[in-house]
C-alpha cells in the first residue's frame, strides 16, 4: 500500500481545495497518470500517482487540505479500506471512542511546545469565538475542527449536533449554492483564477491591518533612460523592469519589508522575490521574479509572463514564493491606486500610469515634467507610517542613480 500526501504546491497557501478527482474511488490507477486537481490561491495542479495499483480516496471533493496531509491511498488489490480518519475526536462522555490510527494517535499526543491547529480548527475557533489559549490548554500536538468542537461543547453545555450545526451550516449552505443552478439564467459561476483571487481578496481584507501611503515620483528621467537600457540588454525594459529591479535592491536596508508575519512572530526572508501583477483579459495573475541579479534576468523574466498572461499558461513555480509584490495600473487614466497585500506578504506596491504635470520654475516661466503616484500598502503590524516614507525615499532614489 502507498500513501499519497500533498506537497507544498505554493509557499503562501496553508491548504488548497480539492476540487477535481480525476479517478474514481477504488478504481484502478497507472503510475504516472493524473489522479486529482488541487487548487491554490494561484492556479490548479494535477497530482500524480507514484505507483499502479488501486486508488481510494482519503481527502472529500470539495474539502481543504494542508500540504502534507493524506489525500489518498494506492493499494495493490481492489479492496475496500477503512474510512479515512481526518480528525481525532476529543472523548464524550457515554459515546464509545472512535477507532483512528496509531499515527493519528502520535501525531495527537506528541509533545510540543506549541500546537498545531489546522485550518478547519482555526475557522471553528473563529466561529465559536474560541481563544488560542483555551486551544494551547487541550495539551494536544494536533488541534482539529472536532476538539474545538468538543472544547465548546464542554464550555457551553451544548450537545453535539448543536455545536456541529453551528460550525457546519454555513458551509453545507456555500456548497449548495456552488453547485445549485442560478435563479437568474443570466449569472455564471466565477471562473477559477477570480475564485482564487476572491479567496485572496477575502483573506488579506480580513487578516490584515493595512495602510497606505503615497508619493507622488517624476519619473520621465526614468522613461527616457529605459528606452537606452532596452537596447543594451537587448530586452523590452519599461517601468515595471525598473521598479522590480529597485524594489529588489532595497532588501538588504528594508528586510521587514520582505518579512512574512505569523501571529507574533516575524519571519525574514533570505532574499527578495518580487510578484508582479498582470492581468491580460484571461484573470489576475501574479508571477515572481526570482533572479533579480541582473536587469537582463529580469527583463526576460517579466517578458516570459506576459506571454504567458496572455494564455493563462503560468507554471506552479512562476506564482509561488513572492515576499513583496509590484502592482502595475496602465491605463492612462489612472492617477491612484491602492494594491492588495497578497497573503504571506506584508508589503504591496502600486505603480501608475505616467501623467504630464506643469511645473513653474524659480524664474517664474512654467515647464512641464512626468510624474507618477507610487503607493505602498503595508501590514500595520509590522511596518509603521515613517517606515512607509523612508522606503520611498529610498526607492526613489535607487530609481534615480
Not at 513572492?322 to 502600486?350: Q, S
Request: hydrophobic share 45%; net charge negative.
Amino acid at each position: 500500500m502507498a500513501d499519497i500526501h500533498v506537497p507544498k504546491l505554493n509557499n503562501n497557501d496553508t491548504e488548497y481545495l480539492v476540487v477535481e478527482w480525476l479517478v474514481g474511488n477504488g478504481k484502478p490507477v497507472v503510475a504516472g497518470e493524473p489522479i486529482a486537481v488541487l487548487e491554490t490561491s494561484k492556479a490548479a495542479d494535477e497530482l500524480e500517482a507514484g505507483e499502479s495499483g488501486y486508488l481510494h480516496h482519503v481527502a472529500a471533493l470539495d474539502s481543504w487540505i494542508a500540504p502534507g496531509a493524506l489525500l489518498a491511498r494506492i493499494t495493490a488489490e481492489a479492496v475496500p479500506q477503512p474510512a479515512p480518519v481526518t480528525d481525532v475526536p476529543a472523548p464524550v462522555t457515554g459515546v464509545p471512542a472512535p477507532v483512528v490510527s496509531e499515527d493519528a494517535v502520535r501525531q495527537r499526543d506528541a509533545p510540543v511546545a506549541e500546537p498545531v491547529v489546522t485550518a478547519p480548527a482555526r475557522v471553528a475557533m473563529e466561529e465559536l469565538g474560541v481563544s488560542h489559549a483555551e486551544v494551547a490548554s487541550l495539551g494536544l500536538a494536533v488541534v482539529r475542527r472536532t476538539d474545538v468542537e468538543a472544547l465548546v461543547r464542554r464550555r457551553t453545555g451544548q450537545t453535539a449536533s448543536d455545536v456541529h450545526e453551528d460550525v457546519h451550516e454555513g458551509a453545507r449552505k456555500e456548497r449548495q449554492d456552488a453547485r445549485e443552478p442560478a435563479a437568474d439564467p443570466g449569472a455564471h459561476r466565477l471562473s477559477r483564477v477570480q475564485r482564487a483571487v476572491a479567496r485572496a481578496v477575502t483573506t488579506s481584507h480580513a487578516t490584515i491591518p493595512a495602510a497606505y501611503t503615497v508619493v507622488k515620483f517624476e519619473v520621465g528621467p526614468l522613461l527616457e533612460r529605459a528606452k537606452g537600457l532596452s537596447r543594451e540588454v537587448r530586452r523590452p525594459v519599461g517601468p515595471a523592469e525598473l521598479f522590480v529591479q529597485a524594489v529588489a535592491a532595497l532588501h538588504p536596508a528594508f528586510p521587514l519589508f520582505f518579512a512574512s508575519v505569523d501571529g507574533d512572530r516575524v519571519h525574514p526572508a533570505d532574499a527578495p522575490r518580487v510578484g508582479v501583477t498582470f492581468d491580460m483579459g484571461e484573470g489576475l495573475y501574479v508571477p515572481v521574479v526570482h533572479d533579480t541579479g541582473s536587469l537582463k534576468a529580469i527583463a526576460d523574466a517579466l517578458m516570459r509572463y506576459r506571454l504567458a498572461a496572455t494564455e493563462g499558461d503560468f507554471r506552479e513555480k512562476d506564482l509561488t514564493g513572492a515576499n513583496i509584490a509590484v502592482t502595475l495600473h496602465t491605463d492612462a487614466d489612472v492617477i491612484l491606486a491602492i494594491p492588495l497585500i497578497f497573503p504571506g506578504t506584508v508589503c504591496a506596491l502600486a505603480i501608475t500610469s505616467p501623467q504630464p504635470e506643469p511645473r513653474l520654475a524659480e524664474d517664474g516661466t512654467v515647464t512641464m515634467r512626468t510624474v507618477a503616484n507610487i503607493g505602498l500598502a503595508y501590514d500595520h503590524r509590522l511596518i509603521n507610517g515613517r517606515d512607509a516614507a523612508l522606503f520611498l525615499a529610498a526607492l526613489r532614489m535607487e530609481l534615480q542613480a
